[in-house]
């Protein structure tokens, strides 16, 4: 649902950059894990964020996944929010068969009202998405307080199809991949 704007993405690449400045100069926290940057702005969306994430690893399917963690999360709470996170990316990973080191950059926001008001700062129209990823930005963009592990499951996809391949799917191939893995995550990931 995401790729069909980033043609626009790109068209208003000046604007882009002008908006991502202008953001980072709200001086936005970031909690680093393994293969994921979050960016927030204060606290309670992060605690929120990590309440909506239900997602239990099984872990009998990891080889990489036995905690040791590269994460520059601090607490305690932090520490299990970054290995519950990195575990879904490793899942992901694990149902698509595709494993390469990834960073991805998400962009947590507090409400809707704020989603919706990045969404036109970025692409200057409007439209209702509940979450979103930009390639040129390695970005997913997401509602603290609309989220679950399958939304969250089904945008990381796009950015490891994204990043996988020489060249990128087409958005079609792409969508029928994220709507697997967000539909599968629960289940054991099958072996070809
Ligand atoms: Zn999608």
């Not at 991805?104 to 990823?133: G, M």
């Not at 087409?170 to 629960?186: F, K, M, Q, W």
């Amino acid at each position: 649902m995401l790729r069909r704007v980033l043609c626009l993405a790109f068209f208003s690449g000046a604007l882009l950059v002008f908006g991502l400045t202008s953001a980072s100069a709200e001086q936005l926290y970031t909690l680093k894990t393994k293969y994921l940057t979050l960016k927030y702005e204060n606290v309670q969306d992060l605690n929120t964020f990590n309440e909506k994430i239900d997602f239990s690893p099984d872990t009998s399917s990891f080889s990489s996944f036995s905690g040791t963690s590269q994460s520059s999360a601090g607490t305690g709470v932090e520490k299990k929010m970054a290995n519950k996170l990195d575990a879904l990316v490793e899942k992901v990973q694990l149902i698509l068969d595709m494993r390469k080191p990834i960073n991805i950059i998400i962009r947590i926001y507090p409400d809707e009202t704020a989603l919706h008001t990045a969404y036109f700062n970025i692409f200057k129209t409007r439209k209702k998405l509940r979450a979103w990823y930009i390639f040129e930005y390695n970005t997913i963009y997401v509602n603290a307080q609309d989220l679950f592990s399958g939304m969250l499951a089904h945008e990381i996809a796009h950015a490891i199809v994204d990043h996988f391949l020489a060249v990128r799917p087409p958005r079609a191939t792409a969508e029928i991949l994220a709507r697997y893995v967000d539909r599968h995550l629960n289940e054991k990931a099958k072996v070809y």
